[in-house]
């Protein structure tokens, strides 16, 4: 198949979606759209363990809290880990939604149903890549939603996971990680880029959405270069990482030093307007 990537795009937002749909375009003029000043925040969770009582009770907390400071945020749903322990996520799933967060898919390629710390070994042939993605993103249908956004675990990326995500009809992909000034050296499966690009295939195209790091590595120094120079930061953590108090008071904070109307779904950042300046996110 045929693909490319097409650099320094210009994007135009459209109206606000329904549930489970996002529309980006082209921007035809680069003239800034209102907000464009403002530099959006989005906070993304890797949900991997909603089927565990104990993760869950964390997450229901922090779920209510962001709703109360009027925050919504990117549940990125990876739900094999619940079928193998053969618990039905779906009510969970769809509580988040019904909040308003963002339901979003997060999958890793893990070679059949082995996925515990000490026995899970990657498998990343096309045919299980294309496996795993079509596999999780059914149970996220089978919950009530169509993902549009996706984030590839250990963020093994490559030219048949966007295809794939393109055939399923996403939008936009945060599995790339922003470069840095202190990038360390990654796996072959993985991408850095310097800015937002299209992934285009002869069937559609798919906005890749750099993720910028990690809500640890946001409140070191790594992660200042990023937030002068992008205009936008997607910082995630794990639903698990709620069960550390170290993290829970991290998260605090940081809700408290950022400014509610910052902080977006990653869905809207994908539609936001900011990269009508192109300055505004090189490197
Ligand atoms: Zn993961």
Do not use: F, N, P, S
């Given at each position: 198949m045929k693909a490319d990537f097409a650099e320094r795009p210009k994007i135009d937002a459209d109206s606000m979606p329904t549930r489970g749909t996002l529309e980006i375009k082209v921007a035809q003029s680069s003239s800034r759209a209102k907000g464009a000043s403002e530099r959006p925040i989005a906070l993304a969770f890797h949900a991997?363990?909603?089927?565990a009582d104990h993760v869950w009770r964390e997450v229901e907390k922090v779920a209510h809290r962001l709703v109360a400071r009027d925050v919504r945020a990117t549940f990125f749903v990876y739900p094999f880990p619940a079928a193998v322990a053969a618990v039905d996520i779906a009510p969970r799933v769809r509580w988040l939604g019904s909040l308003g967060h963002e339901i979003a898919q997060h999958t890793h390629f893990y070679?059949?149903?082995?996925?515990?710390k000490n026995e899970k070994v990657d498998d990343l042939s096309d045919t299980n890549i294309v496996h795993c993605l079509q596999r999780d993103f059914e149970a996220i249908r089978q919950s009530g939603y169509l993902p549009k956004g996706f984030t590839a675990g250990s963020w093994h990326v490559n030219d048949t996971v966007l295809s794939t995500l393109i055939g399923l009809g996403f939008?936009?992909?945060?599995s790339a990680q922003f470069l840095t000034p202190r990038a360390e050296t990654h796996s072959p499966h993985q991408r850095r880029l310097g800015a937002l690009q299209f992934f285009r295939t002869t069937s559609g195209q798919l906005l890749c959405l750099p993720t910028t790091c990690s809500l640890g590595q946001w409140f070191k120094s790594a992660a200042r270069p990023m937030r002068k120079r992008h205009a936008y930061q997607l910082i995630y953590l794990h639903d698990?990482?709620?069960?550390n108090i170290i993290e829970r008071s991290m998260l605090s904070v940081f809700l408290k030093i950022t400014k509610r109307r910052m902080l977006v779904p990653s869905a809207s950042i994908a539609r936001s307007n900011l990269y009508s300046d192109r300055r505004a996110i090189w490197i």
């Open positions: 991997e363990r909603l089927h070679a059949g149903r082995k996925i515990r939008d936009y992909d945060c698990y990482d709620l069960l």
